[in-house]
């Protein structure tokens, strides 16, 4: 199959990129590919919105500082303004592409509050932002004829200089080898352009708010056509997802909920955030999530409680109905019950390295959203800052990629070399469960450097034993997923080894 544009990702950044490219250039061809339904993102599952200047109170500079307050000395300054500066741009096109946001009484945005904001600037929709923004954007995506949606279509590696029948001494990105999963067949994509928009990671941990397919897959992919990754040692662990240890994907409560009134007590009833921060519940998702594993360790719980019983009822249906309803349905009546909630695995703040323009260090190749490293978040993202940069970005990446589009799809591509055995399944969940241990145990929220060592040590291992599957096995979305989640484990734990300044979202104990 050949494409102008090929987008890997169906989220934010990969359906603004597809919109724009599609508009702009009407007799260019793009695809879009996602390894699940049309539905499945990580931008799908965001409660919280979009931070935007909307009001006169607040400024660029007020939001630039929240945002380099919160990245601990390790923003790009450039980065954060610019990005903080095309936030009301977003908030149009968005509107004029068809989301819908809540406003006020006088028709203006109803602003909210999050964890680490001076003032507020978050947009929404209730608390299914993110649900909402891919509606709008798939609606939009439907009305143009030239853009191709592929779904259940898994991208096993990037094309790259060593697949190609041709000899060129520039590393590049030339397309994508793609299992399509209702045929089970491996095709080879050409591209002259390759976004990657693939989203996170947060799979790779026992816990996570991340629906199934956030394995890490786009930043693995890039690692091995020599794509530059970096920052890849600050996750962010959201501090409230509700308790529940027998599931995976945990249910996030969004903070914003905090920002109307919720407080944060021990299993005692007693508040605590006031030990570490005089922001109280509005601090920083780490100083926030650091407070609560401080305090269950402490009291040795397995969980704090979130108390909404004083917010006026009304106020919380109409602000918060999701999460309302999600409560209710585990047996929890957010009126009157206090909730068990936990720091959870949420958000990759590296990734694949980008310039102001998205581009990577691998030429025909961009990336943006969660799977890229811009510079703007450093050692911790600030809240509802993710959706707004992944918007910004698929915008800079459409700007440059259609300006140079000049290179033809004239090489040949080498083809993909079948594989008969099958390996059985239960051998890859036990890997799978395998790696997730490992990371939740000793890559969490504190970390020592005899647990890295020793992780780093067991990680080889299993990467070695799932390369050697991967080369002697017919491919699956499994084996592929596995074998991309060992790899991005690999590099969080490297990049945390290197790391000898406790910052932001990365705390070393052996550090302080």
């Known amino acids: 199959m050949k494409t102008d544009f090929l987008v890997i990702g169906a989220g934010i950044s990969g359906l603004t990129y597809s919109i724009k490219v599609a508009e702009k250039l009407p007799n260019k061809k793009i695809v879009i590919l996602t ?9 799908q599952h965001a409660q919280g919105g979009i931070a935007v200047v909307k009001k006169k109170t607040d400024s660029y500079k007020k939001h630039v500082n929240d945002t380099l307050v919160a990245g601990d000395g390790l923003c790009d300054r450039n980065v954060v303004l610019n990005v903080i500066k095309e936030g009301p741009n977003c908030f149009a096109q968005l509107r004029e592409w068809g989301m819908n946001f809540d406003l006020n009484n006088e028709g203006n945005p109803d602003l909210g509050i999050e964890g680490g904001h001076t003032e507020n600037r978050v947009v929404h929709y209730k608390d299914i932002t993110g649900a909402e923004i891919i509606r709008a954007l798939l609606n939009k995506i439907k009305t143009l004829k030239n853009v191709r949606f592929l779904s259940h279509h898994f991208v096993v590696d990037l094309i790259s200089n060593k697949h190609i029948l041709r000899t060129n001494k520039q590393k590049g990105c030339y397309g994508a080898y793609v299992l399509d999963k209702n045929k089970n067949k491996v095709i080879a994509i050409k591209s002259n352009v390759v976004l990657m928009a693939a989203g996170g990671l947060g799979q790779v941990y026992m816990h996570t708010t991340n629906p199934e397919i956030a394995t890490g897959d786009g930043i693995a992919l890039a690692y091995r056509i020599n794509a530059e990754i970096n920052k890849m040692e600050f996750i962010q662990f959201h501090p409230t997802a509700l308790y529940e240890s ?8 969004s903070e914003a909920i905090r920002g109307i009134g919720a407080k944060l007590l021990t299993k005692e009833g007693k508040r605590f955030l006031h030990k570490y921060d005089k922001r109280l519940e509005l601090a920083s998702r780490d100083i926030v999530a650091r407070a609560i594993v401080s305090e269950l360790q402490l ?10 019983t004083s917010i006026n009822k009304e106020k919380l249906k109409r602000k918060f109905p999701n999460i309302v309803s999600n409560c209710r349905s585990r047996g929890i009546d957010v009126f009157h019950d206090l909730i068990p909630v936990v720091p959870t695995a949420h958000y990759v703040c590296g990734g694949i390295k980008v310039n102001e323009y998205g581009e990577t260090n691998v030429r025909n190749l961009f990336a943006s959203g969660e799977v890229s490293n811009t510079g703007l978040h ?20 459409f700007q440059k990629s259609v300006s140079n589009i000049h290179q033809q799809n004239v090489y040949e591509v080498m083809k993909w070399k079948k594989r008969k055995k099958k390996i059985k399944k239960s051998l890859l969940v036990k890997y799978k469960k395998e790696i997730k241990n490992l990371m939740s145990k000793n890559a969490g929220i504190i970390r ?26 017919t491919i699956t979305q499994e084996l592929g997923e596995l074998r991309n989640m060992v790899l991005v484990s690999k590099l969080i734990i490297s990049q945390s080894k290197k790391r000898k300044i406790n910052c932001g979202v990365f705390y070393n104990q052996d550090l302080v």
């Open 299 to 308: 009291n040795g719980d397995d969980f704090v409680y979130l108390d909404c």
């Open 246 to 253: 027998n599931q995976n994907q945990s249910f996030l409560i």
């Open 378 to 397: 450093g050692a911790n993202r600030l809240a509802s800052n993710s959706l707004l940069e992944a918007f910004v970005y698929a915008d800079k990446c």
């Open 35 to 43: 390894k699940g339904n049309e539905l499945d993102s990580n931008t």
């Open 448 to 473: 020592s450097d005899l647990q890295l060592d020793n992780t780093g040590d067991k990680l080889e291992l299993l990467y070695n034993k799932i390369e050697e599957i991967y080369l002697n096995n």
